[in-house]
């Protein structure tokens, strides 16, 4: 009988924490291209109480390696109206929303 599964959520195909590690150090992971600590864990909590989380690992909305993307910048969550989460430039900065208070 065939197997209808995604593919990438069988077992053989989960990624390792030795293969996240292995991309976060590429250049496309460089520190300017990172958030923050707290910004990476903000990030991660929300996906955490997120129904399209699989494994604590896969968002099944995009197929992201979320520990892995909650990293970028450029990134955001997929679902629609802007997602969980947005990408670091379109939050207003700190000190910004400050001045504006
Ligand atoms: S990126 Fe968005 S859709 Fe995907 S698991 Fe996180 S909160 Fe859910």
């Not at 924490?17 to 929300?46: G, P």
């Not at 992201?64 to 430039?89: F, Q």
Request: aromatic share 4%.
């Amino acid at each position: 009988m065939a197997d209808n599964t995604c593919k990438a959520c069988r077992d053989n195909y989960k990624v390792t924490e030795t293969q996240m590690q292995r991309i976060l150090q590429t250049s496309a992971f460089a520190l300017e291209r990172r958030v923050d600590m707290q910004q990476y864990q903000e990030r991660l909590h929300l996906c955490s109480t997120c129904p399209k989380l699989s494994d604590g690992v896969t968002c099944t909305a995009c197929g992201c390696i979320i520990p892995v993307v909650a990293w970028l910048k450029e990134r955001a969550c997929p679902l629609p109206g802007g997602g969980r989460w947005g990408k670091l430039a379109d939050q207003e900065p700190a000190s910004v929303a400050t001045a504006a208070e």
